[in-house]
């Protein structure tokens, strides 16, 4: 069974300051994980994804997460947030087709 | 450019009163989910296709059906809506990629958001 928890169900942050978002899984087979964004009254867009190969992968809008298998972790950051980013994020892990969802960090930048 | 695309985006119905909420994807992804969203919350799967391979959730009412009369097209059908099944309702879908494995990568739709009086 696979499960993903992100702490912190709000986080406010700065403009310009650091964005950090946590994510922990855990999956039973290596993982397919995913950060995604979501906007007020719409859909789930694909921020960045980890499959295979390097572990620092880079997302659009300036995002990045790292996969340490270790930690069992998958942390989204990005260096300088902007009022645009202010948004719902998702982790998630895909096995077999079937995604697990965190529940989700409200992210709020103040200028 | 390929996308999906659900409609209504805004819908409302009279509580009791069936509704149909479309989906179409012109990914020609073979996989295609619909979630059920409420504020501040995780999606929640309610069913999937693979192809025309149905698969309910355990937990999914009766009240929700689904139909998929080809691959691009997926309706969400609520029977009787109740006060409780206002919410966002999410399609999305998955691609497979060559070799036969699922990519993980969820392709959603802007949503349908559903009011019940």
């Known amino acids: 069974a696979q499960s993903v928890t992100q702490l912190g169900s709000h986080v406010s942050v700065s403009e310009g300051a650091l964005v950090l978002l946590r994510c922990n899984y855990s999956?039973?087979?290596?993982?397919?994980l995913f950060w995604y964004v979501q906007y007020p009254n719409q859909g789930l867009q694909l921020l960045l994804k980890?499959?295979?190969?390097?572990?620092l992968v880079k997302g659009i809008n300036g995002f990045e997460a790292e996969f340490k298998k270790s930690e069992t972790s998958f942390h989204l950051t990005k260096p300088s947030a902007h009022m645009s980013d202010a948004a719902e994020y998702f982790c998630?892990?895909?096995?077999?087709?079937?995604?697990?969802f965190g529940d989700g960090t409200t992210l709020t930048v103040k200028p | 450019d390929a996308m999906v695309i659900q409609n209504p985006r805004y819908q409302v119905t009279q509580f009791g009163k069936p509704v149909t909420l479309s989906c179409s994807q012109t990914?020609?992804?073979?996989?295609m989910y619909w979630y059920q969203q409420k504020s501040s919350q995780a999606p929640k799967l309610l069913f999937h296709?693979?192809?025309?391979?149905?698969?309910n959730e355990a937990d999914t009412p009766d009240n929700f059906q689904s139909r998929r009369p080809n691959t691009s097209f997926c309706f969400l059908d609520i029977r009787s809506p109740g006060l409780g099944d206002a919410a966002m309702y999410l399609c999305?879908?998955?691609?497979?990629?060559?070799?036969?494995?699922?990519?993980?990568?969820?392709?959603f739709g802007e949503g349908s958001r559903l009011t019940v009086l």
């Open positions: 998630a892990v895909s096995e077999g087709g079937k995604s697990t």
């Open positions: 999956s039973s087979v290596p993982p397919y």
């Open positions: 990914l020609n992804h073979n996989v």
């Open positions: 999305a879908t998955m691609g497979w990629r060559s070799g036969g494995a699922y990519t993980g990568e969820l392709f």
């Open positions: 980890y499959t295979t190969g390097a572990t």
């Open positions: 296709y693979y192809d025309k391979d149905f698969n």
